[in-house]
């Protein structure tokens, strides 16, 4: 979406009203919290074309969801959302019936939206129905076996039900993910038309929600106000009124800020920066391990040479990966290099490949694979990422340049890295990505296989396609443990991929902040932050 179009989206959300004076000083706001953050948000919608992340921030504050994932205490009075335990969030309870085809929502019948209209079991209807309207929504649904309008069943005015063809584990923690956002339908319909039933354009730059907080100003590409919504039903209220999330691109303005006392929460700190702020001791500093989110090379297994599996092999044995983890994350992250080779360590995915620096086994390998002097070849990476892919992708030119790789490094225009990918025509690469949900098989069935964008090495194995299927509904857990532990040892075996690290995520704070909580998402969850 371009700016001068959500700007004009955004017209009706007076995005130049004035903020309150006093934001300056946090110790003297006790009900307010200012947030800066690196990027903005491009959308209200929680899965419009094109969305980035920065807009999570925004839908899963103003929103609520039938579901969501319960919260567990972790190390440094942080927590973690917790993946098994689904709890109700819209609905006041849910059942899942003995064959476990069906889940019945049971809402709260005081919940209402933000403009005052009561929540009913057709809005909810309304909402997942424009889930599985969307390609994109439709895509993300299908893995918990939702595709159909008709499997959406309203009972009565607070009771819905969701029928399954069969039975899916996937099905109630897609319901606590980003996309079913429960939609305010009378307002979002007043503004549909024939060619968009749904008012998703509208929807882009108009929030129609009953979350904890609702928006009261807004200003393309520099800031949103929200304030508390009294009214909300669906947990504790959030101890904090207001919250000012203002766009600053620069870390070092949102260093200065923070240490300044200014500001309560920054950002998105470059790792070097939260090494620096971590020793000095002025502020609070949050390096979270980020366990659903990996950084990778990626290899095309599709285009030569990288359809050679000594010469992805090889790769893999020439890369300097201390060396990158120290330059570009200042060991700030979990490595997914080394290990034990062949052999999983666990069920759980992903985990170390089992591969080591060894330029001499990547010569040899090259070799065997018909390439005794190298090749050549372009390292591709997004301008976006430069901050973390630069030093990596200067080390790897250095480190295969020793093995005979000649490598050029070609460094693609924000946000053009995606479309590229999506295209298949990139050979060899940097990247990263997450995963919602944290189970192996899906893991495997998002990035390892098919002809989506999502397969980063177009990999594309017989044996593990077959077993990607047979573990979708398998009930018998030996046998899903045996079948995971073989597509575990074949990806290392094949490595279309070579995975890096879990990053952490970096946060500034002032030392009085306390109840972050870290989801899937990555983004602040305004509502369990509390000033101590």
């Known amino acids: 979406m371009h700016r001068r179009d959500f700007l004009a989206s955004v017209a009706t959300l007076t995005a130049g009203a004035m903020l309150p004076q006093k934001w300056a000083y946090a110790a003297s706001r006790p009900d307010d919290l200012r947030v ?71 809402l709260r019948k005081d919940a209402t939206f933000h403009d005052g209209s009561p929540v009913t079991a057709e809005d909810v209807k309304w909402s997942l129905d424009r889930v599985v309207a969307s390609p994109i929504g ?3 649904f299908r893995t918990g076996s939702m595709t ?19 039975p899916d584990r996937f099905a109630l923690p897609n319901l606590a993910l980003t996309y079913p956002i429960i939609v305010n339908s009378k307002l979002a319909k007043a503004h549909a038309s024939a060619d968009d039933p749904f008012a998703s354009k509208w929807l ?15 200003s393309m590409g520099e800031r949103i106000l929200f304030s ?91 890369l300097p990966y201390q060396e990158m983890f120290e330059a570009a994350l200042f060991k700030r992250g979990t490595p997914l290099f080394g290990g034990k080779p062949g052999v999983p360590s666990s069920l759980e995915f992903p985990q170390p490949l089992g591969y080591s620096t060894d330029p001499e086994k990547a010569k040899e390998l090259l070799k065997e694979a018909g390439h005794p002097d190298g090749f050549s ?24 340049g020793k093995v005979g790789i000649k490598v050029e490094i070609n460094k693609v225009p924000s946000g053009q890295l995606g479309t590229l990918l999506q295209d298949k025509k990139v050979p060899f690469y940097f990247e990263g990505s997450a995963s919602y949900l944290r189970d ?40 899903y443990a045996a ?31 306390d109840g972050y909580t870290f989801y899937f998402h990555r983004m602040l969850e305004f509502r369990t932050l509390t000033r101590g």
Not at 149 to 166: A, G, N, S, Y
Not at 378 to 397: M, N
């Open 36 to 106: 800066l953050s690196e990027g903005a948000p491009n959308s209200f919608d929680s899965f419009s074309v094109g969305v980035n992340r920065d807009s999570i921030q925004v839908t899963w504050n103003i929103y609520d969801r039938l579901v969501t994932f319960a919260r567990k205490p972790d190390k440094d009075g942080i927590y973690f959302y917790d993946y098994f335990n689904i709890e109700p969030e819209l609905a006041e309870k849910y059942e899942i019936s003995d064959d476990e085809k069906s889940i019945t929502f049971h």
């Open 228 to 318: 508390r919504f009294d009214d909300w039903k669906c947990g504790p209220l959030p101890k904090f009124k207001r919250v000012l999330w203002q766009t600053v691109p620069a870390a070092e303005s949102r260093i200065a800020s923070l240490v300044r006392g200014d500001t309560d929460i920054a950002e998105n700190l470059p790792p070097k920066d939260a090494v620096a702020l971590s020793e000095k001791g002025e502020v609070k500093v949050l390096s979270v391990p980020m366990t659903n989110v990996f950084d990778f090379i990626g290899m095309n297994s599709k285009m030569a040479p990288f359809d050679n599996v000594k010469v992805r092999q090889a790769v893999a044995y020439a």
């Open 377 to 400: 070849t372009t390292f591709s990476f997004d301008l976006a990422r430069a901050t973390v892919a630069e030093p990596i992708s200067i080390l790897v030119q250095e480190a295969l």
């Open 138 to 140: 439709k895509a993300q």
């Open 148 to 166: 159909k309008p008709e499997q959406f069943v309203v009972v009565d005015k607070h009771t819905l039900r969701i029928d399954l063809p069969q």
């Open 483 to 513: 079948d995971i532990k073989r597509m575990i040892t074949l990806v290392k075996e094949d490595v279309p991929i070579i995975l890096l690290w879990e990053p952490t995520l970096n946060l500034g704070m002032q030392k009085d902040i």
């Open 440 to 479: 192996p098989d899906y893991f495997f069935r998002i990035f390892y296989h098919g002809p989506t964008r999502w397969n980063f090495g177009s990999y594309d194995n017989p044996e593990f396609n077959k077993l990607v299927e047979k573990t979708r509904y398998e009930t018998d857990k030996a046998a």
């Open 204 to 218: 882009v730059g108009n929030p129609a929600g009953g979350g904890a907080y609702k928006i009261d100003s807004f």
